[in-house]
């Protein structure tokens, strides 16, 4: 007898499966869903004591229980109960439960920090979070078991709606765990309480469904999917920040690089009091990866979180710097700049590198390379690279005005940083470089140091604008070396950033725009200005000491002769703060060469196993195909008969439905009976009458049976059976 709801009283009568039988089926996805929560858990929040398979047998054993009352006669008390029991521990708990709970948080803020480059302090008062993880899983077998009886995704929509908002805002890794908590999320789609036969379809679907996990990850495992993903970030930065223009530079995309290609497109305007040459620096880059240059991964920024956290307390900002450090002397000039974005990629605001306006600035950010897009209107000191220099000395020599001993201290840490982060390439840079120059023994002046990569960069680059540089997984500087050494800014912005480096000194890659000085010269005090994408410029920066991360031009057309002889008569005055001394320092970036199985050689599980699975359901599903072609071509067959040979046919049909239905009477029997001799038997006549009327009484037959079949039932003979 089948289950069914009394719809008077909406009590289920005609139970005929045992007590218990639905907890058995309802924990089919609880299985998977149990163990991806726990090993989700155990990812985010590291201060969880218990294992996660422990934490995840917990569960499924409460979550059997709850289904198991569930299926009896206080099912509807199960959940209000529950939730009574839980706010009663929470209570009686109290004090350690908030302890622990602000250990989740730390552990969430910890990784928010990492994904989002942002300081998120930490909450005092932390313990041992043993008291939540007992209260949550608790929560969630209540939640689980009611989805896993009802067979809706309903009660469990607070703890998809946590993954969710985890993994977007990077707290949740999308691994293994979080793979297996989706599977068990669909499959609680499925249905509620199901029997024996219902069970076997659905866990059936389950092995489908993992199965397919394992084979799509044995065809990925050794996959380069590097590209796949870039392209996708790529996609999603455009979508996000830019506005259809085409731009000129490639945002740190140097593989498969191609000519330049600079409109007349606006892209900015900015309005000066005082006109002056202007760089505005717009995606700032330390890391070089052989195929492009990047940002500081959000994991090594939160190791820095406590130095921002200090520095920014102290009022200091990588972006101000310099500006910080002009201010120091005496008669120093600030105006009023406005930038405001036509075009331009919209990530970013467009500081100038004597940008002062710190209290713009975002205090929670990790780094010194980002800033809130919505700034177009700030303040900027005068000047260039010489009076850069000026404030440098003035520091050095002490003949800075009051205040300087405390910006030195927060400088110096802040240059700690800097040191570790952008004097770094890869091996492969590193050896290129290496075969080339040789060693770079002793103590260098930054002077000599300039006129050396300057030296090279005459003799081993040429402009060319149409240069089209071939690199693909390679090292982009040896491609462009070894492919005639042509190129533009982004070319030369890049070998002037890795010639530093390789001589010690901190130096990183800059895209943005610059006003020339010749655009200055000719714009009114207050005009507004508006560079196109032909201003659209890559250059390098290197870091001068006490001042923070000047221009470093090098790009015939862009150099200007009063930058040229800068720190040639120096004295030494400042001792270490003039010079550099190559650390020979280079970082692995490329993953490590690691001994992969041959083609066909077993690793782990086998790839010839794997791909054995793989076929499993696959030539299941085939064989499903095959029958459905099957019913398809008969029921085809009668279509095109005669009106005879269709009666006939009709009627077998509809016998073979009644077979499977329990051979039920229903009031067309003796009629289509009656047709069906005088079609196979008589000489009298077959009408297309006849045949309309045969026709509708097996759609009869297919509709009585759908109402008495199962919906398992119904599921196994349409998709397996292939009988309608």
């Avoid at 890794?173 to 249905?191: E, M, N, P, Q, R």
């Avoid at 996000?240 to 223009?245: E, I, L, N, P, Q």
């Avoid at 533009?488 to 480096?501: E, G, I, K, Q």
């Amino acid at each position: 007898m089948d289950r069914r709801d009394d719809r008077l009283t909406g009590r289920r009568t005609g139970d005929a499966r045992p007590a218990g039988a639905g907890a058995l089926t309802g924990l089919i996805p609880l299985v998977p869903l149990w163990a991806g929560t726990a090993l989700t858990a155990e990812w985010a929040f590291p201060c969880l004591t218990a294992p996660w398979w422990a934490a995840a047998a917990a569960g499924l054993l409460l979550s059997a229980a709850l289904l198991t009352l569930r299926d009896g006669r206080g099912r509807r008390w199960v959940m209000p109960a529950g939730l009574a029991a839980v706010l009663i521990l929470c209570l009686v708990s109290r004090g350690q439960a908030q302890a622990g709970l602000r250990s989740v948080i730390n552990d969430a803020l910890a990784k928010l920090t990492q994904a989002r480059g942002r300081i998120y302090l930490a909450r005092d008062g932390a313990g041992d979070p043993l008291t939540v993880q007992i209260l949550l899983t608790a929560l969630l077998s209540l939640l689980y078991s009611s989805a896993a009886e009802r067979g809706s995704l309903w009660p469990a929509l607070p703890a998809a709606l946590a993954l969710a908002a985890g993994t977007a805002y990077g707290v949740i890794a999308v691994d293994s765990g979080w793979a297996l908590t989706v599977l068990g999320l669909l499959l609680l789609c499925g249905g509620g309480l199901r029997s024996g036969r219902q069970a076997v379809t659905r866990a059936a679907a389950a092995a489908v469904c993992v199965l397919a996990v394992l084979a799509t990850g044995l065809a990925v495992r050794n996959a380069d999917l590097s590209g796949m993903t870039s392209s996708v970030r790529e996609r999603m930065h455009a979508w996000r920040y830019d506005t259809g223009a085409a731009h000129a530079m490639p945002e740190g995309r140097l593989a498969g690089l191609g000519p330049l290609r600079a409109g007349e497109e606006p892209a900015l305007e900015v309005t000066m009091e005082r006109p002056q040459k202007l760089y505005l620096r717009g995606h700032v880059y330390d890391v070089y990866t052989g195929s492009s240059w990047e940002s500081v991964p959000g994991a090594e920024l939160a190791e820095n979180a406590g130095l921002f956290y200090w520095l920014h307390e102290g009022g200091f900002y990588g972006q101000s710097q310099t500006a910080a450090a002009v201010g120091f002397l005496e008669g120093a000039q600030a105006q009023a700049v406005t930038v405001r974005n036509l075009s331009a990629c919209r990530e970013n605001a467009y500081l100038p590198v004597a940008f002062a306006d710190s209290r713009l600035l975002d205090a929670s950010l990790i780094g010194d390379t980002r800033a809130d897009p919505s700034v177009t209107e700030f303040t900027v000191f005068d000047g260039s690279v010489p009076d850069w220099y000026a404030a440098q000395y003035a520091l050095a020599s002490g003949e800075a005005s009051g205040g300087a001993e405390e910006y030195l201290t927060l400088e110096q840490g802040y240059r700690e940083y800097v040191t570790e982060k952008d004097v770094q390439m890869t091996q492969e840079c590193w050896n290129e470089l290496y075969r080339m120059l040789g060693d770079a023994p002793g103590r260098r002046s930054l002077y000599e140091i300039q006129q050396l990569v300057r030296d090279w960069i005459e003799q081993n680059l040429r402009y060319d604008e149409r240069a089209y540089t071939v690199s693909g997984d390679g090292d982009f500087l040896r491609a462009m070396l070894t492919g005639g050494g042509a190129g533009y800014s982004v070319h030369y912005a890049t070998a002037a950033a890795l010639l530093l480096r390789y001589y010690g000194v901190p130096a990183r890659y800059v895209e943005g725009y610059y006003l020339t000085p010749e655009q200055a010269s000719e714009a009114q005090a207050g005009q507004s200005v508006v560079l196109t994408e032909k201003n659209a410029h890559a250059w390098a920066e290197y870091y001068l000491n006490g001042v923070g991360f000047v221009p470093f031009e090098v790009t015939p057309g862009y150099v200007d002769p009063e930058d040229l002889d800068l720190g040639s008569s120096q004295d030494g005055t400042g001792g270490d703060r003039f010079e550099y001394e190559s650390a020979m320092s280079y970082a692995q970036t490329e993953e490590p060469d690691v001994e992969k199985p041959e083609r066909g050689e077993r690793d782990g599980l086998g790839a010839r196993a794997l791909w054995a699975l793989l076929l499993i359901p696959l030539a299941a599903l085939a064989l499903l195909a095959r029958r459905r072609l099957m019913l398809r071509r008969a029921l085809r067959r009668i279509e095109r008969s005669d009106d005879r040979d269709a009666v006939a046919m009709r009627y077998g049909y509809a016998m073979a439905l009644k077979a499977r239905c329990g051979d039920p009477e229903l009031p067309g029997d003796v009629e289509a009976a009656r047709l069906n001799l005088l079609a196979l038997f008589s000489t009298r006549e077959i009408t297309a009458g006849d045949r309309a009327e045969m026709d509708a009484y097996a759609a009869g037959v297919l509709a009585e049976c759908r109402k008495r079949w199962s919906f398992g039932r119904k599921l196994r003979l349409r998709l397996i059976d292939a009988v309608y």
